[in-house]
Nanobody, 114 residues
Framework: VQLQASGGGLVHPGGSLRLSCAASGDIFSNNIMAWYRQVPGKERELVAQIGVGGNTHYAGSAEGRFIVSRDNAKNTMSLLMTSLEAEDTAVYYC?????????WGQGTQVTVSS
């Protein structure tokens, strides 16, 4: 499975940004897609995940500010991030999980700064 993330960039505090992820290859009908993020010196952490049925789970820091969605027909996933804070600055990774294992995209940088 190959994953291509896009949509990162520089945004002011309080602003919004939408990340997108496209999955291709051997896609299994039952899978979970998720967004993780990582800052230098820290472990990669879960931001939000979504199953094929639309069930979602958010990290506490994302709850109420971020919305994860997916299009199963297109094998894509999005993350709408609002009310962004400096603490959201990180490299964001999309990931795909099924019975074969977990696959990662290349990451996209999100920088929140005035």
């Amino acid at each position: 499975v190959q994953l291509q993330a896009s949509g990162g960039g520089l945004v002011h505090p309080g602003g919004s940004l939408r990340l997108s992820c496209a999955a291709s290859g051997d896609i299994f009908s039952n899978n979970i897609m998720a967004w993780y993020r990582q800052v230098p010196g820290k472990e990669r952490e879960l931001v939000a995940q979504i199953g094929v049925g639309g069930n979602t789970h958010y990290a506490g820091s994302a709850e109420g500010r971020f919305i994860v969605s997916r299009d199963n027909a297109k094998n894509t996933m999005s993350l709408l991030m609002t009310s962004l804070e400096a603490e959201d600055t990180a490299v964001y990774y999309c990931t795909y999980m099924d019975y074969k294992g977990q696959f990662w995209g290349q990451g996209t940088q999100v920088t929140v700064s005035s």
